[in-house]
């Protein structure tokens, strides 16, 4: 968190080519081409959370090849590279201890946290009951599973909530009519559990309150649920951890995570813990969020909604990629401002020359390749006057000051198991 990779290159032969910020789903349609001509594409681009995918081709037999990112930060962190990992900045350096304000958005670094008062927040169960086409005969089993569950009160008896999934989502407090609400239901369409539980999440984080939902899933086939995509763009939504669980036709609850192949359980346990603990920011009695208290840098929102002016974004300024990914956070709580606000979100990118996910680094060997890009780009943007692209787009420029990070080596990537040499720098923006 507090880390932005803000450029890009790769050596095409001897020749250093930097890397164009484009419009991500331009850039990518461009690798595809490129990759089935058996040239020289580099891509670089978000997929969820804070995973970035790195793929450069190709590659020939014991081949090595070179190239570097560029990462802004302020505070020491500790970045992830395959199976590799990498220290950013001195961890016993204090100096960053204060929250870093913009009118938008608070960073509050690692150092700071440790020094902030921590509660534990009481959770109470949410089920989703999957209420899809069939499952009618479920519904003596669900009843059961869930007044077993709650007698062996691994979370007291809290006010839980209940809902019942299908192509669509109905929502109640788990009162005593509860057995007749779901007796009353239609069992129709699929099991759309992904986008409930994403407006679940999104509910619980926007009220701030100091209880948290336990997501806990009734169902006799977890395959059959509609959940392709994980949720780590939310994981600032669930700071006591990224479980939740899968109640079986035993009794037990198979965990599973939020921000990783969330179909799928890695592990079954009788008895989970609910005693981690958050910090309330910057009070209990008025937080603007909850951090996890997980000994990194974490930001909250000034302001639920803002605007960024053009004339707010700097390039490479570390202050402006904070602005940006709060704004990306606006996106994430009202995806309905997402769509409306996709082209600013690139023009950001643009004049930042910061990557988000609407954008991505590529680089490209040919004049002819590049020319490509600029069309499919102006095919893919045209017709919207808000976006001033220019004939060039957003070139990535040559390196000036940059304080060499580390000359990394041999690691590998995911492209035909091939070994790349990677030299990594960093630019502290001060």
């Known amino acids: 968190m507090g880390c932005w990779i803000s450029d ?17 789903k331009t850039a990518m349609w461009i690798f595809s081409q490129i990759r089935n001509s058996n040239r020289d594409p580099g891509l670089l681009h978000y997929l969820t959370g804070n995973k970035v995918a790195f793929r450069v081709f190709p590659f020939a037999e014991k081949e090595v090849r070179k190239t570097g990112i560029e990462f802004i930060h302020k505070n020491p962190l500790t970045l992830n590279i395959d199976e590799h990992t990498i220290q950013l900045g001195n961890p016993e350096d204090s100096s960053q201890a204060a929250v870093i304000s913009t009118p938008y958005v608070d960073f509050i670094t690692a150092y700071r946290k440790q020094s902030l008062d921590t509660i534990q927040r009481q959770p109470y169960y949410h089920f989703m009951l999957d209420i899809s086409t069939g499952k009618e005969e479920m519904i003596s089993e669900y009843k059961e599973r869930i007044r077993t569950l709650i007698a062996k009160n691994f979370i007291g008896q809290s006010p839980h909530k209940i809902s019942l999934i299908n192509a669509y989502t109905k929502t109640f407090e788990m009162n005593d009519d509860w057995e007749e609400q779901l007796a009353a239901q239609r069992f129709e369409g699929g099991f759309y559990l992904e986008r409930a539980m994403k407006e679940a999440l999104i509910v619980h984080h926007k009220k701030k309150e100091l209880y948290y939902p336990v997501f806990v899933v009734l169902t006799d086939n977890m395959y059959e649920a509609v959940l392709d995509k994980d949720f780590a763009d939310l994981r600032f939504s669930f700071p006591e951890g990224d479980q939740f669980y899968h109640l079986q036709e035993d009794g037990t609850l198979a965990a599973h995570s939020l921000i990783k192949n969330p179909q799928f359980a890695d592990t079954t346990t009788a008895n989970p813990s609910f005693r981690k603990t958050v910090i309330p920011y910057p009070n209990q009695e008025n937080p603007l969020g909850f951090l996890p208290n997980d000994g990194q840098g974490s930001f909250v929102l000034r302001e639920e909604k803002f605007r960024l002016s053009p004339d707010e974004i700097k390039p490479k300024e570390w202050n402006t990629a904070l602005n940006i990914a709060g704004k990306r956070r606006v996106h994430q709580l009202y995806p309905q401002l997402a769509e409306k606000e996709w082209l600013s979100s690139i023009r950001s990118s643009f004049l930042s ?27 893919v943007l045209n017709g919207n006057k808000s976006l001033d692209l220019g004939e060039d787009m957003n070139r990535m420029s040559e390196p000036g000051f940059w304080l060499l990070l580390l000359l990394f080596g041999a690691f590998l990537l995911w492209q035909k198991g091939a070994v790349v040499k990677s030299m990594f720098k960093q630019h502290h923006s001060g």
């Open 8 to 24: 890009y290159y790769l050596y095409v032969g001897d020749r250093k080519e930097m890397g164009i910020l484009a419009e991500k």
């Open 353 to 379: 020359r910061i990557l988000n996910p609407s954008t991505a680094y590529i680089v490209v060997e040919t004049e002819a390749q590049k020319e490509m890009l600029f069309q499919k780009q102006k095919q």
